[in-house]
């Protein structure tokens, strides 16, 4: 079962899609990632993959699976037996940007236990995470 979010930036949708698909700005909001590596191509497009290097060194590899600017965004990262996606949805309001989310995790055998725990706990992390860099862009804008 799928969880879901949203909030609000007060930056224009254009800058807030282009934010969200660069895996290079993860680094600025999500809080488990350290860094990412191997980033091909190295401009945002559907297709584009990269490996996040996590807090816990955790390696997922990423793939962008929708790029539709400046209205839609999804990835997909899979490690080990876990598959994982979140999808994005842009939508103008006025001089800001509402975000809508949602996401998924599952995993096979022994480990879709521990994904039905991490299910549970990951909308908490995403939407600190989001509140993060919802805090970048307004200050860049």
């Known amino acids: 079962m799928s969880r879901r979010g949203s909030l609000t930036i007060v930056a224009p949708?254009?800058?807030v899609f282009a934010y969200f698909a660069d895996p290079q700005r993860r680094p600025e909001w999500q809080s488990s990632l350290r860094r990412v590596e191997d980033v091909t191509p190295a401009e945002p497009a559907l297709g584009q993959s990269w490996t996040d290097v996590t807090a816990a060194m955790v390696r997922p590899r990423m793939r962008t699976t929708a790029y539709d600017?400046?209205?839609r965004w999804a990835e997909e990262g899979t490690w080990g037996p876990f598959t994982a996606w979140l999808r994005m949805d842009f939508a103008p309001q006025g001089a800001?940007?509402?975000v809508s989310w949602e996401m998924d995790l599952t995993a096979a055998g022994p480990a879709a236990l521990a994904a039905a725990a991490l299910r549970r706990a990951a909308p908490y992390a995403i939407a600190a995470d989001l509140r993060a860099a919802a805090r970048h862009i307004e200050a860049r804008d």
């Open 13 to 15: 949708t254009t800058a």
């Open 69 to 71: 600017p400046p209205s």
């Open 96 to 98: 800001a940007t509402h």
